[in-house]
Antibody
Framework: QVQLVQSGAEVKKPGASVKVSCKASGYTFTGYYMHWVRQAPGQGLEWMGRINPNSGGTNYAQKFQGRVTMTRDTSISTAYMELSRLRSDDTAVYYC?????????????????WGQGTLVTVSS | DIQMTQSPSSLSASVGDRVTITCRASQSISSYLNWYQQKPGKAPKLLIYAASSLQSGVPSRFSGSGSGTDFTLTISSLQPEDFATYYCQQSYSTHFTFGPGTKVDIK
């Protein structure tokens, strides 16, 4: 069965960086884009970007350009999201999420599996 | 990026009620619209994809409609387990964007 297992909670100081990992199992890691989505406490879902695990190509939300780096290690089926120059408003649960496609009225992309989430707390 | 809005931001309803949530895109996205349900402390769960297709295992009381810029999620008869927050998400662009969410709670 498909599983995405993320690294544990982190506490960071403002200005620092954090790197969250997402280990995939139960499917061919290089066959599906991996997205990163975050959720601040009591807030909605915010798309950060995605990585093509096969090529390493990335697409980032404009808001995070220059601060986020998504990478992968295909040898261990693991995706990473690193966020730099952390601020207090980066405190959130960070999810990795697998993109798949399904055919309906159109053939659409969607997220079908999510990691359990990683809480990143930024505090001085 | 394509902006998504939802209305209402929250609603109170009773078990058995018919509930309708609206999602609007800032530009036409054809039928590239998905709906997710999220319960507190849990990851989101896919309900509807391609605007109107029901994800496997999701009860038939959930339905979706719309195309272009305006979309609707309907719960025909609200059940206790449906109290949650619902998000729309566009996949027209490779830059996925989510709506701000609609929280459905108990009246």
């Amino acid at each position: 069965q498909v599983q995405l297992v993320q690294s544990g909670a982190e506490v960071k100081k403002p200005g620092a960086s954090v790197k969250v990992s997402c280990k995939a199992s139960g499917y061919t890691f290089t066959g599906y884009y991996m997205h990163w989505v975050r959720q601040a406490p009591g807030q909605g879902l915010e798309w950060m970007g995605r990585i093509n695990p096969n090529s390493g190509g990335t697409n980032y939300a404009q808001k995070f350009q220059g601060r986020v780096t998504m990478t992968r290690d295909t040898s261990i089926s693991t995706a990473y999201m690193e966020l730099s120059r952390l601020r207090s408003d980066d405190t959130a649960v960070y999810y990795c999420a697998r993109e798949s496609t399904k055919m309906g009225t159109v053939t659409t992309s969607l997220v079908d599996y999510w990691g359990q989430g990683t809480l990143v707390t930024v505090s001085s | 990026d394509i902006q998504m809005t939802q209305s209402p931001s929250s609603l109170s309803a009773s078990v058995g009620d018919r509930v309708t949530i609206t999602c609007r895109a800032s530009q036409s996205i054809s039928s590239y619209l998905n709906w997710y349900q999220q319960k507190p402390g849990k990851a989101p769960k896919l309900l509807i994809y391609a605007a109107s297709s029901l994800q496997s295992g999701v009860p038939s009381r959930f339905s979706g409609s719309g195309s272009g810029t305006d979309f609707t999620l309907t719960i025909s008869s609200l059940q206790p387990e449906d109290f949650a927050t619902y998000y729309c998400q566009q996949s027209y662009s490779t830059h996925f964007t989510f709506g701000p969410g609609t929280k459905v709670d108990i009246k």
